[in-house]
C-alpha cells in the first residue's frame, strides 16, 4: 500500500510540474482580419470633351478649319484651299504610360488631290501663332507613346491637342469633281492602349 501511496504522489507532482511548465512555456495565439487596400490605376480618355472611356465604338463630330483663301467661298473646300481639325485629348484621369494611335483615311477618291501632309502636338497652353513643330504623316498613321512619370508624385497628364493639316494640292492639272458631292469625309479612327 505504501508503493500506491508513493505511485500516487509522484503522478500528482508530475501533474503539478507539468502543468507549470506548460503555464510557462505556451505559446500565444491571436487572431484578426485585416483589408488589404489597393489603389486601382485610373482610365478615363476624353476626346473632344467627350468621355470614350466605356465605348467599343465612339463617333465624334469635328469641326475643321478652312483657311481663309480670296478665291474660295468661305468654309468650303477648292483647289488650292488649306485647312485643319483638332483633336483634343485629356488623359488627366489615367494613371498608366498608354500609347495611341490614330489612322486617318478619305472616302471619296474623286478628290484623290486632297493631301492630309502633316501634323503637330499641341500643348494645353498653346496660343494660335505659338511656334510648333510639324511632323509627317506616313501611311496616313500617328503613333505616340505618352509615358507616365513616377518620379513625380503629383503628376497627372496635361491636356493636349493633335492637330491634322491637309491641303488640296493644285498640281496644275485639271481636277474634276462629281457636281453631285456636297461633302467630303475624313475618316479619323483612334484607339488607345496601355503600355505593359
Known amino acids: 500500500m505504501k508503493k500506491k501511496v508513493y505511485f500516487i504522489l509522484l503522478l500528482v507532482s508530475c501533474s503539478i510540474t507539468l502543468s507549470i511548465i506548460s503555464a510557462t512555456y505556451s505559446r500565444y495565439v491571436a487572431g484578426t ?3 488589404v487596400n489597393i489603389k486601382l490605376a485610373r482610365w478615363q480618355l476624353l476626346l473632344n470633351n467627350q468621355d470614350i472611356t466605356n465605348e467599343t465604338k465612339s463617333e465624334i ?5 478652312i483657311e481663309e483663301n ?11 484651299s488649306k485647312g485643319y ?3 483634343n485629348i485629356d488623359a488627366s484621369n489615367v494613371d498608366v504610360s ?36 510639324y511632323k509627317t504623316i506616313t501611311d496616313g498613321k500617328i503613333t505616340n507613346e505618352v509615358l507616365f512619370d513616377n518620379e513625380d508624385e503629383n503628376f ?3 491636356p493636349f491637342t493633335i492637330r491634322v ?12 469633281v462629281n457636281n453631285e458631292l456636297e461633302d467630303f469625309k475624313i475618316k479619323v479612327n483612334m484607339t488607345f492602349k496601355q503600355l505593359v
Do not use: C, H, M, Q
Open 85 to 87: 481639325f483638332d483633336i
Open 61 to 65: 463630330e469635328i469641326t475643321p478649319v
Open 156 to 158: 497627372k497628364y496635361e
Open 165 to 176: 493639316y491637309f491641303e488640296w494640292y493644285d498640281d496644275g492639272e485639271e481636277t474634276k
Open 98 to 133: 498608354y500609347l495611341y494611335d490614330l489612322t486617318i483615311s478619305t472616302d471619296n477618291e474623286s478628290l484623290s488631290d486632297l493631301l492630309i501632309s502633316k501634323y503637330a502636338i499641341l500643348p494645353s497652353n498653346y496660343v494660335e501663332g505659338d511656334t510648333v513643330e
Open 33 to 35: 482580419t485585416e483589408n
Open 70 to 80: 480670296k478665291n474660295v467661298r468661305k468654309d468650303y473646300l477648292a483647289p488650292s
